[in-house]
Every structure is written in C-alpha cells, then in structure tokens.
C-alpha cells in the first residue's frame, strides 16, 4: 500500500519492451536507501516490483497488460518518474490509501496559475468519473491529491507549488496523459450496495432487518 505522497522523482534510464514482458530501470536515490529485491516501489503511481538493483539504480519488470493500461508505455529513456516506496507499517499516513493499481488514464486539458496555486484539469472517461467527487480524493500519477471541481468529463484539482516542484506535474504540459486511480473506498461501497449475483450485499432491508435503522 502507498500513500500517495510521492518520495522523490526518478529518471528512466533503460527501457526494453519485447515478448511476453518488458523492464525498465530507474536512477534515484532516496528510495534505494532500503531497498530490497521484492520490494514495491510506485512509479508514476504504478506499484512495480524491484528485480535488480545497484547503487544508483533499480529494475522492475513491466508486464504487457500494465503498458496497455498506463502511460508507463510512452516512458522514454531520460523521462522523469514519481516514486514512493510502499507504506512502512510505523509511517505517517500523509496522503489517502493507494493502492498502487491504476484504473486508467487521463489527458490534461487545461494548466492555469491562480495566485500561488496552479490548476491541472484532467479528462477521463466515464468508468473513471463516475468516482470523483469534489473534496475527495485521488492519485495522479501517484500523487495524492484533493479533487477541487468536477465537470461531466473532467476534473481538476490546485496544487500548491511545493507538490509542482517535487513531482512530476511540474513537467507536464496539455495534452499530457496521466495515471489515475480512484479512491479504493467508493470501489468497495459501491461493490457492497450494488453486488453481482453471487455476492451478498448491503441493502436497507438488511439493514433494518439487523437493527440499524
């Protein structure tokens, strides 16, 4: 589990796609003070397992379907990376729970300064924007972050310029793609009062039938 709040940025250095799987390997720094093979490291906020690492940098190995289904295939060697080791057990919670499982991408459409402030509005689809709510929360790129507006198809929050400076939102542009992942909680409410066939749910009548209303 990750926090969302991100460690330090990283630049790819190696990148290889081909077969069954790909890898890419990461410079940093903070991150490999403790690092183990194993490991979980968010990069961009996709959870990656380390393979191999040095001193300077590590691997993780990339399957097909995480390319397919993050902007972790557009990196190119030299591209700046967010990276967040997984939660100690001892840690502050400093951001909201993230899981480090993307549920898919989105596009920035607008970046506008507001005072000290900076504005990022974010498209996505329908599947992604049915859980955005203002005043919640959710991860872009693996960044933690207060949603502020919600359109029909949009979103945006305001970062204050520290979040600008030490990740990388501070590089991107319109027309950039982001990763997103929702709020894990609305997944799970949402799987509770509206179960498949199999499953056995929430409802007011069960409610009431045990006593809680």
């Not at 305001?158 to 319109?174: D, E, N």
């Amino acid at each position: 589990m990750f926090t969302g709040i991100v460690e330090e940025v990283g630049t790819v250095v190696g990148i290889q796609r081909g077969g069954n799987k790909s890898f890419i390997r990461i410079k940093a720094q903070k991150v490999l003070e403790d690092v183990k093979l194993g490991d979980s490291i968010a990069v961009n906020g996709v959870c990656l397992t380390v393979t191999d690492f040095d001193s300077a940098s590590f691997q993780a190995d990339v399957m097909n379907e995480t390319l397919s289904r993050s902007s972790l295939g557009s990196l190119r060697s030299g591209s700046p990376v967010d990276l967040e080791r997984a939660m100690a057990a001892g840690g502050r919670f400093g951001g909201h729970i993230v899981s480090g499982h993307i549920d898919g991408t989105g596009t920035i459409t607008d970046i506008k300064n507001d005072g000290i402030a900076v504005w990022y509005t974010v498209s996505a689809k329908p599947e992604i924007m049915r859980y955005i709510v203002e005043k919640g929360s959710v991860a872009i790129d693996g960044i933690s972050l207060t949603v502020a507006k919600v359109a029909e198809s949009s979103f945006s929050v305001s970062i204050i310029p520290h979040t600008v400076a030490q990740t990388v939102l501070g590089a991107k542009k319109v027309g950039d793609t982001v990763n997103l992942e929702n709020d894990i909680i609305a997944k799970y409410v949402e799987k509770l009062l509206k179960p498949d066939s199999t499953a056995v749910g929430v409802s007011m009548e069960l409610l009431a039938k045990n006593g809680f209303i």
